[in-house]
């Protein structure tokens, strides 16, 4: 327990030193984590820790960056890009293969060591390059499409490979029993239990061919129909319980669960819980998952990067430093002269191409996991693969400094083609609507009236079952919550409708949205006359009394009743409106916050004056100037004198 | 004939002419009564019904206090919004063909103040000529108006209860089609007066 709570500690306060410093110095969170883990690591090896035990823990921040990933997408999004997925993908890996392997072969490899290596190096970084596009804000660009739609065919890519793999085992290492530093213990479902040493539970061991694919089949199914069928009940159960961390428990579930799942059939469970992801992706509790398992893909992820850092053998790069070195650049340029050629084909520009091509040069965490499988199936001997991994590790390690070159050099020199695209991200500045209710749903509704497409956020189970029947999508959640109004897009939003109930949440939210997010416009629901002080305070642009407006119609309705002409009727609501209005204006200099303005004499007593004061007025102002105007039309004096101009009566 | 009174006072509750007129109007059977102000308090004028009530009407009448030798501010924005290109005047705007437009107007100033001598400076005719023309682009037969003048010094009693009557027996006369347009035109101005020449 001692060792564990130290090794915690050490690990968490070097991110919490590291990471701060490194964005400080605009380095990025990712070279900070890393450049952590260097440093941690004597203290690491002193502990005996299993380094890469804890990194394959981490690597499941990869699975649930995979997840929130695929939230983003919807399955339509999805076919949309089919082309450039396969296209761009596609020949990547494949061209990024063929270059590696016969630069290899020349160098005087074995045709399958070569190609081996290949597919270790042709793979990049998911996990440091989508970290990155998303701090930088460059998802929407399309250098940061054109790089996802390559990670992505990457993590399908595995799957083929693990499968190829066992194929390239070289005679020679057979019975050699060969484990590489740390690939021993090593389970994390890529292979599926294909003998490491390691007892591992698998649904498709040993059985024939035919039987592997229906399971896998099946269990690619059942990922569709737990996502759109089992979720949405389950979810509105653990909803109705009103409690945060059953929900968070329940999300967590989820995604261990497919992943448990994937692991268990031999696939990838990066790419089940990505599916998972995009089955859910139109679900109303999108954004609520997206808020509660980012701070674990953060908190993993930043372990992973760290574990990175922590397992750079040092000594073994000391003796083979130009080597490494020499074959990390080369791999470098390689995948970079292959990406540089993809964005000629593809019409990337400007700083798309630079984006793309330095982006995604590295090689990546999924190289780590093929380079364990190699040598447990005998493809590769164990001095090649140390040296492979000290390459990966190192250019992941330079993949921040390219980004830093790219944000120095070549975004700054192609700053205004960056604007002239300002319109593609558009769709990407949303308004938020909180509650939807009563309130928010008819500001809802008039928003869409104008083409706008709002997200709808809402705490309310029931309501939410509701207004689905209704074929709205509202998303559940907590709008209150600062990660849910991140997951609903507060970074980039324009306006912020608060229509929740509750004084406190309501002025709550305000202050906070108000003073983090200066840019959004925040038109606010008051309770009650007070309500509209607080919200003043609190930084709202536009303050509207909840029930207000409904009132005066209603009292513009008696007048009608009573037999007053409608457009007098009309006028004297207005006039009452505005007379209102000047009394709240009026009245706030007394006001005082948290005091009901019935225990406070001094607002009493001011109240009561204007009011007098006012009546005092409309009632001795039946003619002359300054009535018409609050009042309409009203007759010149009668008493005409003939050579004095007249309108009409 | 079919006979429209789109009546319009912003002031309504104040105006003893116009209320005597309206009271007049809604004693004659079959002619339809629109209070401008009332219908559209908030001025949200409603084109399509409008336009079905000017289709199913053959005379179409705008009573309403002269001010600013103009008409109140609802009745413009009426013209502005159901007097539609197609639907009025221009390509295909021919749905008002041969319609009759006229106008009960009540002016606060006596009739000496209108004319080149008197302190408004023109003809009533002539400050009226907007009504006019805007008859004539939408092939419409514009009918002398109904007038009172000094309608201010006018009170139950003192003058208001023969304009009234008179504007009683005008409608009538119109929905009967008794009148003479050729003897009203030469007029130019109609008043309780001078309606003996005009009915038939």
């Known amino acids: 327990m001692t060792s564990f709570l130290l090794l915690a500690t050490v690990i968490l306060i070097a991110g919490v030193i590291a990471v701060p410093l490194a964005s400080k110095l605009g380095l990025g969170s990712v070279l900070g984590y890393l450049l952590a883990g260097i440093a941690i690591s004597p203290i690491l090896h002193w502990l005996d820790v299993d380094i890469i035990q804890v990194q394959h823990f981490a690597e499941f921040g990869v699975v649930m960056m995979l997840f929130l990933v695929g939230l983003e997408l919807d399955p339509k999004m999805l076919w949309a890009m089919r082309r450039r997925l396969l296209g761009l993908g596609g020949l990547q890996v494949g061209l990024s293969i063929a270059l590696i392997a016969a630069i290899a072969m020349l160098l005087g490899l074995q045709p399958t060591v070569a190609l081996a290596l290949g597919m270790v190096f042709a793979l990049s970084s998911t996990a440091i390059v989508l970290q990155t596009l998303n701090e930088k804000g460059l998802m929407q660009a399309q250098g940061g499409k054109s790089s996802f739609q390559v990670l992505l065919f990457q993590d399908i890519a595995v799957i083929p490979m693990l499968a190829l793999l066992p194929l390239l085992a070289l005679p ?4 050699l029993g060969a484990d590489v530093a740390h690939g021993g213990g090593h389970d994390d479902g890529h292979e599926g239990g294909h003998g490491d040493g390691h007892a591992a539970i698998s649904l498709v061991d040993g059985r024939p061919s035919w039987q592997v694919g229906l399971i896998t089949l099946a269990a690619i199914g059942s990922i569709g129909v737990i996502g ?51 089955v859910l992706a139109n679900s109303e509790y999108r954004h609520e998952l997206e808020s509660d398992i980012d701070p674990f893909r953060g908190l993993l992820l930043g372990l992973f990067f760290m574990t990175v850092g922590a397992a750079i053998n040092f000594s073994l790069l000391a003796e083979n430093l130009w080597m490494v070195v020499g074959i990390t650049l080369g791999v470098m340029l390689i995948k970079a002269f292959v990406l540089y050629i993809l964005t000629l084909l593809f019409r990337l520009q400007g700083a798309d191409r630079w984006l793309f091509t330095l982006g995604l040069a590295q090689a990546g965490e999924f190289g780590f996991v093929l380079l364990s499988f190699t040598v447990a199936n005998n493809v590769l001997p164990q001095e090649i693969a140390q040296i492979a991994l000290l390459v990966v590790t190192l250019s992941m390690l330079l993949t921040p400094a390219l980004f830093i070159f790219y944000d120095r050099v070549v975004a700054s020199k192609f700053a205004h083609d960056q604007e002239a695209e300002a319109d593609e991200i558009d769709h990407s500045s949303p308004i938020i609507v909180v509650g939807y209710g009563r309130f928010g749903g008819v500001v809802a509704r008039m928003l869409r009236q104008i083409g706008e497409q709002p997200v709808l956020v809402d705490y309310s189970a029931t ?48 202050e906070y949205v108000s003073r983090h997010h200066p840019h959004v416009h925040i038109v606010a629901r008051a309770v009650d006359r007070e309500h509209v002080y607080d919200l003043y305070q609190a930084g709202a642009n536009d303050i509207v009394r909840e029930t207000f407006d409904s009132a005066v119609r209603a009292g513009r309705s008696a007048y009608e009743a ?88 | 004939m079919r006979v429209l009174v789109y009546q319009a006072h912003p002031g309504a509750q104040h105006s003893m002419a116009n209320k005597a007129m309206n009271a007049a109007t809604q004693s004659v059977e079959g002619i339809e009564f629109v209070d401008l102000y009332a219908k559209y308090p908030r001025f949200d004028i409603d084109v ?153």
């Open chain 1, 463 to 510: 309501q939410l079952e509701m207004v689905r029947r209704f074929g709205t999508k509202v998303f559940f959640g907590d709008g209150t919550r600062p990660d849910m109004l991140h997951a609903a897009g507060i970074d980039d939003a324009k306006m912020l409708v608060v229509a929740i109930d509750g004084k406190e949440q309501i002025t709550h939210l305000v």
């Open chain 1, 228 to 278: 759109s069928f089992l979720t949405r009940p389950l979810f509105r159960f653990v909803a109705l319980a009103n409690l945060r961390e059953v929900f968070v428990a329940t999300a967590l579930a989820l995604v261990i669960g497919i992943a448990l799942l994937m692991s268990l059939v031999g696939l990838s469970p990066a790419l089940g819980t990505f599916l998972a992801g995009v």
């Open chain 1, 562 to 649: 009573l037999g007053i002409h409608p457009y007098q009727a009309e006028r004297l609501a207005r006039r009452f409106t505005k007379a209102d209005r000047k009394l709240l204006v009026d009245t706030a200099s007394v006001h005082k916050p948290g005091v009901r303005a019935g225990d406070n004499p001094e607002f009493v007593a001011l109240a009561r004056e204007l009011n007098e004061q006012m009546e005092e007025e409309l009632r001795n102002a039946s003619t002359g100037f300054g009535v018409q105007a609050s009042d309409g039309w009203v007759p010149p004096p009668a008493n005409l004198k003939t050579d004095e101009p007249e309108q009409g009566r």
């Open chain 1, 172 to 175: 020679e290492l057979a019975g």
């Open chain 2, 48 to 200: 399509a019904a409008e336009q079905e009530r000017l289709l199913r009407s053959d005379v179409i009448l705008f009573q309403y206090p002269l001010f600013w030798y103009s008409t109140p501010s609802i009745i413009k924005e009426w013209q502005d919004l159901v007097l539609e290109h197609g639907f009025a005047y221009g390509t295909g705007g021919d749905k008002l063909a041969g319609k009759i437009w006229s106008m009960g107007i009540t002016c606060g100033a006596p009739e000496d103040a209108y004319g080149a001598n008197g302190y408004n400076g023109f003809a009533l005719r002539t400050l009226l000529t907007p009504m006019e023309q805007t008859a004539r682009l939408c092939h419409m037969q514009f009918l002398s108006p109904y007038v009172l003048y000094g309608a201010l010094a006018k009170r139950e009693g003192h003058g208001l209860s023969p304009h009234a009557e008179g504007w009683r027996r005008w409608l009538v006369a119109l929905r009967d089609d008794q009148v003479s347009f050729e003897a009203t035109n030469a007029l130019g101005v109609v008043q309780a007066e001078n309606l003996n020449e005009v009915i038939q």
